[in-house]
Antibody, heavy 130, light 110 residues
Framework: EVQLVESGGGLVQPGRSLRLSCVAS????????MSWVRQAPGKGLEWVAF??????????EYAAPVKGRFTISRDDSKNITYLHMNSLKTEDTAVYYC?????????????????????WGKGTTVTVSS | QSALTQPPSVSGSPGQSVTMSCTGT?????????VSWYQQPPGTAPKLIIY???DRPSGVPDRFSGSKSGNTASLTISGLQAEDEAHYYC??????????FGGGTKLTVL
């Protein structure tokens, strides 16, 4: 079964740090692009960051509100994606979803549509409050 | 960067068709055919239903279809069913190599 399981959320004070983890199973992790998407209480979805697979040198990109504070990384030997969050703000309070990018196989060619997410975890809740 | 613009709500009766819009700019929706749509019933994680404007992942019924004209993308659900009631979010690849979501549309099945 294709699955993503997030962990590491919790209550943290403003200015502190937190690390989220996402364990993948049921698919070839090191061929996959991974992203984090968050959803503040009662609000819509917000893309946070992505990390490409090793073919694309594990390159990363970030949304403007988190750039310079958050770092996405991956350990392909353990099938884990991380989100390191520093200098947390109250506006970072949200459910954080780990997601997998779409990969389409046509013949012998793999197409990576990393900007679309076809597998989602159940999410982990981060609350930033004093 | 501002979120893509979606109407807050749409509604329809069972069996009818509904269409919802997603408006961006020439830097996102209008720049590439890389618009996706996600369905999120209450209390659950989102589910991908359309990618690359009009491609459906395996298992998504062909009642769901997408289109795009200029800076506006659209999702059409035909043969509306009670189980389609959910929030729907569009997203687009952006020229800055990032991703932008819309604010979401709540679909009510009357």
């Amino acid at each position: 079964e294709v699955q993503l399981v997030e962990s590491g959320g919790g209550l943290v004070q403003p200015g502190r740090s937190l690390r989220l983890s996402c364990v993948a199973s049921g698919f070839t992790f090191d061929d996959s692009d991974m992203s984090w998407v968050r959803q503040a209480p009662g609000k819509g979805l917000e893309w946070v960051a992505f990390i490409r697979n090793k073919i694309y040198d594990k390159t990363t990109e970030y949304a403007a509100p988190v750039k310079g504070r958050f770092t996405i990384s991956r350990d392909d030997s353990k099938n884990i994606t991380y989100l390191h969050m520093n200098s947390l703000k109250t506006e970072d309070t949200a459910v954080y979803y780990c997601t997998k990018g779409v990969t389409v196989v046509r013949g012998l060619v793999l197409y990576y549509h990393y900007y679309s997410m076809d597998v989602w975890g159940k999410g982990t809740t981060v609350t930033v409050s004093s | 960067q501002s979120a893509l613009t979606q109407p807050p709500s749409v509604s329809g009766s069972p069996g009818q068709s509904v269409t919802m819009s997603c408006t961006g700019t020439s830097s996102d929706v209008g720049a590439y055919d890389r618009v996706s749509w996600y369905q999120q019933p209450p209390g659950t994680a989102p589910k991908l239903i359309i990618y690359n404007v009009n491609d459906r992942p395996s298992g998504v019924p062909d009642r769901f279809s997408g289109s795009k004209s200029g800076n506006t993308a659209s999702l059409t659900i035909s043969g509306l069913q009670a189980e389609d009631e959910a929030h729907y979010y569009c997203s687009s690849y952006v020229t800055t190599n990032t991703v932008l979501f819309g604010g979401g549309t709540k679909l009510t099945v009357l």
